[in-house]
């Protein structure tokens, strides 16, 4: 909604980039479940808008998910959650609705989500590019 998920993914990218890791940013609007169809390992990166919500961009992929219910039992994946601790009954819950949803179509997180509090000291894009370095070798890629 802001674009702050967008520059995270970004500095992602490029932080993989620089590990010698090719990664792409592929912006949810306009997606449905079929852009996960072969796809091995996906990191995912969003905020969380109103009440919890995916952004309005998300919002079109994330129902086709429920919808089709594809297995994603061959997918791994990992989580950026972007939040505010400001609305504590909300936090990160648009990462949280991605993550549970995923878990039911049988993909299998790799390590811990990371929860980015935006009131909190650390910039979001910094805690991301450390947070990837750790989260690419559990995933098997450096």
């Not at 969003?46 to 961009?57: E, H, K, M």
């Not at 504590?88 to 990371?114: H, M, Q, S």
């Not at 894009?125 to 450096?142: H, M, N, P, R």
């Amino acid at each position: 909604m802001t674009g702050t998920a967008e520059m995270v993914a970004g500095e992602v990218r490029d932080t993989l980039d620089g590990m010698g890791i090719a990664a792409e940013v592929v912006p949810l609007d306009r997606k449905d479940a079929g852009l996960l169809k072969g796809a091995r390992l996906v990191l995912f990166c969003t905020s969380t808008y109103g009440q919890g919500d995916v952004p309005d961009n998300a919002r079109d992929f994330i129902a086709s998910l429920e919808s089709a219910k594809p297995d994603l039992s061959g997918l791994r994946y990992g989580l950026i959650a972007l939040g505010d601790r400001t609305y504590a009954d909300t936090f990160c819950e648009g990462g949280r609705k991605i993550d549970a949803l995923l878990a039911r179509l049988g993909a299998k997180r790799v390590g811990e989500a990371l929860e980015h509090d935006a009131s909190g000291p650390d910039l979001p894009e910094d805690a991301a590019a450390a947070w990837v370095k750790t989260w690419a070798g559990k995933a098997g890629l450096g």
